[in-house]
Each structure stands twice: as C-alpha cells, then as structure tokens.
C-alpha cells in the first residue's frame, strides 16, 4: 500500500502575486520572502516589484506581516504606494435582450 505525502506545514500563509499580462516575449519571475510576481514587460515588471517591496517596508515599519494585518489596513498600505482595487461589475440583466 502507497503511503500518502505528509503535509510540510498545516498552518497557511499570505502571499501576495502579481500577474503582469503584457509581454514582450521574456519570461520574467521574481520571488520574495511573501510574494511572487511573473510575467510583464520589463517595465510592468519592475513596477510590480517596486510595489511588492514598497508594501514589505511599509508593513514592517508598522509593525506588521502579511499575516497579521487586516484586509482594511492592507488595502489603505497599497493605495499608498499606487495600487487599486477594482470596482465590482454589477450583475445587471439590462441590455441583455436578444
């Protein structure tokens, strides 16, 4: 009978990632203590990482980690250093018809 791999570590963690959609032909990844950012022209690339450590310092300097910190407050540190969260598209039937 197989034996099943054990689990390394039951305890989850935050991450963050970064997805640059744009491409200029060059496969890029780049890796952090909490997060992981791939793809991206060069430039989208290195704005994503800029951001990614931007947002590493600010929470240090508070104090904080990706694990500690509330939805709000992470969403007030990356306005900060220009990032936004989309608006929800509404769900509407209107202008449906066929």
Same mark, same amino acid.
């Given at each position: 009978? %197989?034996?099943? /791999?054990?689990?390394?570590?039951?305890?989850?963690?935050?991450?963050? +990632?970064? +997805?640059?959609? #744009?491409?200029?032909?060059?496969?890029?990844? $780049?890796?952090?203590?909490?997060?992981?950012? %791939?793809?991206? $022209?060069?430039?989208?690339?290195?704005?994503? $990482?800029?951001? %990614?450590?931007?947002?590493?310092?600010? +929470?240090? %300097?508070?104090?904080?980690?990706? #694990?500690?910190?509330?939805?709000?407050?992470? #969403? #007030?540190?990356?306005?900060?250093?220009? +990032?936004?969260?989309?608006? /929800?598209?509404?769900?509407?039937?209107?202008?449906?018809?066929?």
């Amino acid at each position: 009978m %197989a034996q099943m /791999p054990q689990k390394r570590n039951s305890r989850s963690r935050a991450m963050m +990632l970064g +997805l640059g959609l #744009d491409s200029d032909g060059h496969k890029r990844v $780049t890796q952090g203590p909490n997060f992981l950012l %791939a793809g991206g $022209t060069k430039e989208t690339h290195e704005t994503m $990482t800029e951001k %990614a450590i931007k947002i590493n310092e600010k +929470l240090t %300097a508070r104090g904080k980690s990706l #694990d500690t910190v509330g939805r709000e407050e992470f #969403d #007030d540190i990356a306005q900060s250093v220009g +990032l936004r969260r989309p608006e /929800p598209k509404e769900n509407s039937s209107e202008g449906s018809e066929e």
